[in-house]
């Protein structure tokens, strides 16, 4: 998933309509009890079989530290392991993302490994992004 900074809403939208439609991929925005936009997040690269997916949650750095990363998390898992039937999400977090992994793990994910030198930090090093997994059955939905 790639953003063009600043994120802006005009560059937003364009994104919008060029995912709609989609079937591998579910978005969604998150907003406040003032209708006021405060993240997003999806599934993506959602496959029929395996029935797999890969997760994303983007808060607002205004919004962040109220424990809405882990709410979306926990919705959006819930969400596709009851309605979309998936079998195993995923996700992909930056190694020195502390404050996510915690969040990831307090939802249940398991850390499954690293890619290796998937980005680049503000110095122009490779680094590696952790990988994550979350099973229907550890998540409380029966057996795959």
């Not at 962040?64 to 819930?78: D, F, I, K, S, V």
């Not at 996700?91 to 969040?103: F, K, V, W």
């Amino acid at each position: 998933m790639h953003f063009d900074v600043p994120i802006v809403m005009e560059n937003t939208i364009r994104w919008f309509e060029r995912n709609r439609g989609n079937a591998t991929r579910s978005d969604v925005v998150f907003t406040d009890d003032k209708d006021r936009i405060v993240g997003f997040g999806g599934l993506t690269s959602i496959s029929e079989s395996p029935r797999m997916a890969e997760l994303y949650v983007f808060v607002n750095p205004a919004s962040q530290q109220r424990g809405l990363g882990t709410q979306a998390t926990l919705l959006l898992c819930q969400w596709g392991f009851a309605r979309l039937g998936l079998h195993k999400i995923y996700l992909l977090t930056n190694e020195d993302n502390a404050p996510a992994i915690g969040a990831y793990e307090k939802c249940g994910f398991r850390l499954e490994g690293r890619h290796r030198g998937e980005y680049l930090d503000t110095q122009g090093v490779l680094k590696d992004r952790l990988y994550f997994g979350l099973l229907r059955s550890e998540f409380g939905y029966g057996h795959v």
